[in-house]
């Protein structure tokens, strides 16, 4: 089969089309032909080998998984032994933390973070929902308590991130504000913002207005300068870890009403992640919810959506189709 393969930390350079053995799904995998993938800054960290922390993972001096890729949708064409919850020809989207999503066919464990796919759904659309909607719905709800009638802001708006939680925060009842530039208005007020703050313009953090929520997708605003705009009681939520962010959490726990967290959403539990997955794919499935796709890319130039992505300019999602 096909595959793009990263042999070293680097680049988008790195990236190599080759072709390898086509993986054989052992008891309780399944075998799925990928018709769509996406790159995400997690797959940029994981291609670069940094920050470090991540080789731990990855590999020390080089990639152990020189097949990258998270997030998978696609079709079943084989089952190992064991396998009851799926079928071969089943349409099936989802992620996992083994990797190998960058290529034609992929192995995933049937209790991974994967479903069968909405019939109103293109693989294009459900590819990204396992990592970055799940992502989302986990800050939104377990660590910023989200409620109805709450003041969020969201920083970042039109990004992967940015425009599911427009949609999942007015889901749950809140005001929105969103942050972006000026040429991303019209998408994010289409995804349901409320109030529109065009940063190449204007410092939320001096326009003299609260909010419950501070939700920095893009890790771009710290706490410190967001705490002054926040609620009393209010949460300030980073996607984007950093020493200096963990120390300020560890301050905001012992001192003060206003708190900052972030969570690794990949290391939680599968069944947590999983939950998260169903109740998504539900939202999906009604037209509650719906995927922004930028750009979509072949596999045999997955070198170019990586140097895209790594701009920081994208609206939405960025798409492999294979």
Do not use: W
Request: hydrophobic residues 40%.
């Amino acid at each position: 089969m096909k595959a793009i393969e990263a042999k070293a930390y680097g680049t988008p350079a790195v990236f190599q089309l080759n072709e390898i053995t086509k993986p054989t799904p052992a008891a309780g995998e399944l075998l799925v032909r990928v018709h769509a993938t996406t790159v995400t800054a997690a797959d940029i960290m994981m291609r670069r080998g940094k920050p470090m922390i991540g080789r731990l993972y990855l590999g020390l001096f080089k990639p152990k998984k020189t097949v990258l890729g998270f997030e998978f949708a696609g079709e079943v064409v084989e089952t190992g032994t064991g396998v009851s919850q799926f079928k071969t020809g089943d349409r099936v989207f989802g992620g996992t933390t083994a990797l190998g999503c960058y290529a034609e066919y992929v192995c995933v464990k049937q209790d991974d973070v994967i479903a069968t796919m909405p019939n109103t759904l293109k693989y294009v659309e459900a590819a990204p929902v396992s990592g970055s909607a799940i992502t989302v719905l986990h800050f939104l709800k377990a660590l910023g308590n989200i409620k109805q009638g709450q003041r969020v802001l969201i920083n970042g708006a039109s990004g992967g991130l940015g425009t599911y939680a427009v949609q999942l925060a007015k889901f749950y009842g809140a005001t929105v504000t969103a942050v972006c530039s000026a040429k991303n208005r019209e998408l994010v007020k289409s995804l349901g913002a409320d109030e529109v703050i065009d940063y190449t313009t204007t410092d939320f953090t001096r326009n003299g207005k609260t909010y419950d929520l501070v939700f920095d997708t893009v890790g771009k605003r710290s706490f410190s300068a967001c705490k002054k705009v926040l609620a009393p009681a209010g949460v300030y939520l980073s996607t984007v870890v950093s020493m200096s962010l963990l120390l300020q959490i560890m301050g905001s726990r012992m001192c003060g009403s206003r708190k900052a967290k972030t969570a690794a959403v990949g290391m939680l539990p599968v069944k947590k992640r999983l939950a998260y997955f169903n109740e998504l794919k539900t939202l999906l499935a009604a037209g509650t919810l719906s995927t922004v796709i930028d750009r979509e890319y072949p596999l045999t130039e997955m070198a170019a959506a990586h140097t895209y992505v790594e701009t920081g300019h994208k609206k939405g999602s960025v798409v492999i189709t294979i």
